[in-house]
């Protein structure tokens, strides 16, 4: 299989292949030495009916009684005042069988007491059909990689590193040195940036998609830090990021994250962030969670808003983006033993876009609800149903689920499902509808061996208004995972 690596991905590969080895002849360390991970690989086939551009003469075009214009029979839009029209046309169906391999483990007992090393790695290989899926043609990722140390409470760590904060996945390739107490905690990070959603550095993974990237890296830096107590914590997050040679600055943004136990059972968890460079508030939520009853129920009321968030390297971020508010209810429970549900139900206001309309005012509201019901008649069979609708400005969406599965032995379980949506969003479904469904299987074979499979068939009825005709997709997934190792622990108790 083709892979490739940057410079700075190879020095890391061979640093920890040679921490391993040490770790491995230094014979102190021999009896202590341990690993525990799994492997896991998959298989994928999909087909997608792509759309192209394509026009039309309006000589060609019909317009029926009501004005709307047709070509072949589909409604497009056109204005009979020009000379030709442009519009969308479906593509042939396309296919794709997809593969990937993913490897991730934790080493220690690597001849130093607190040692230890964390690997992630992800292999990917397109294996046949026309359809073109995203990455597939970065063949080999290190999506995490770092050695770590811990002394006490402190605890240090070099490599490829992520963060899951509030300011969203943080990934970078540098050090990190972190010191948890008992009530107080810091942290202090910096390295190369990789780019948000993906473990490439930031400038590589924008060359395929603008010629003007600077050929240079992003360098980010920054701290966190934070105070715990007996009923709650708050924690506070600062970085930075800057060209490596300091010419300019690409982000600098600070959050805020807040986990409480108030009076009258009530949980409170909120989180905000700050963008410096444009001086404004960037996304931010505010939960109210309390038990219900005997605690059989559960109520949660939310406060949000969003506002996409752009780098200062892009010149997105200066079409000023508008941001929504939104709140929403949320009750889960369970009738008796055996049932459960939940219901939301949320609204969502737009700020103004201060831009003029030629026609209707813009949509500037939004509707979200979703009900969720599980069954379990009996231990080994379980039903769930479930109904989402998004109604908001230039989109819509309607969905019904459901799905039974059933536990045929306690290694084999299946799952048949059906599925039906509408999707009024970029072109997607217009108004028409899909109807669908398929079947699951899961078989472990052993304590560390697990086989799964899944096909599903999609029909899409075209509909009057989308561009699409009606056609089948069919996706299917065929996966193994392997898990191999020993957990420390649970070895010492099974030794008692």
Known sequence: MRWRASRGEGAFLLFLGWAVVAGGVMPSAAAAQGIRGWASSTVRFMEMQPLQLDTALVSDVVFDENGDARIDGRRIACD?????????????????VLGAQDVGFTAWGLGLEGLSTTVLIRARESFSGELQWPIYDDPFDILVGYAELRRGG???????????????FVGFDGGSARYDGLHLWGEAFGGRSLARGLSEPAREALQGIDDFVFDQEIVLVGGAGGWRWSRGDVG??????????????????????????????????????????????????????????????????????????FELNTIWGFFSPVPFHEASVRVSGGFSQGTGFRLSFGGRRYSDPATTTIFAPLKDDALRG?????????????????YELDWGAAAFLQA?????????????????????????????????????GGLAVEWVI?????????????????????????????????????EFGSDPGLSRRRRR
């Open 446 to 482: 052993t304590d560390r061996v697990r086989v799964d499979g899944r096909w599903s068939l999609i029909r899409n009825d075209g509909g009057r208004g989308g561009p699409g005709d009606e056609w089948n997709q069919n996706r299917g997934t065929i996966g193994l995972r392997y």
């Open 400 to 436: 019904f689920d459901g799905s039974v599965a059933v536990d045929w032995t306690p290694s084999v379980r299946t799952r048949a499902f059906l599925t039906t949506f509408q999707q009024i969003e970029s072109f997607r479904l217009g108004d028409g509808r899909a109807l669908g």
């Open 154 to 168: 402190f605890r240090f760590r070099v490599g490829r590193q992520d963060a899951t904060t509030g300011l969203g």
């Open 80 to 96: 009979p005042d020009r000379i030709q029209c442009e519009y969308y046309r479906p593509a042939p169906i396309q296919n794709a």
């Open 236 to 309: 506070v997050r600062y970085q930075r990021e800057i060209y490596s040679d300091r010419s300019a600055l690409v982000s600098e943004r600070a959050a805020l994250d807040v986990s409480a136990a108030l009076p009258w059972g009530l949980r409170l968890r909120g989180s905000m962030d700050y963008d410096v460079p444009f001086d404004r508030l960037g996304k931010s939520f505010l939960t109210l969670q309390r038990a219900l009853g005997t605690g059989r129920y559960v109520l949660e009321v939310e406060a949000r808003r969003y506002v996409p968030y």
């Open 370 to 386: 979703e009900a969720q019901f599980l069954w379990t008649p009996r231990d080994d069979v379980q039903i769930d149903l479930g």
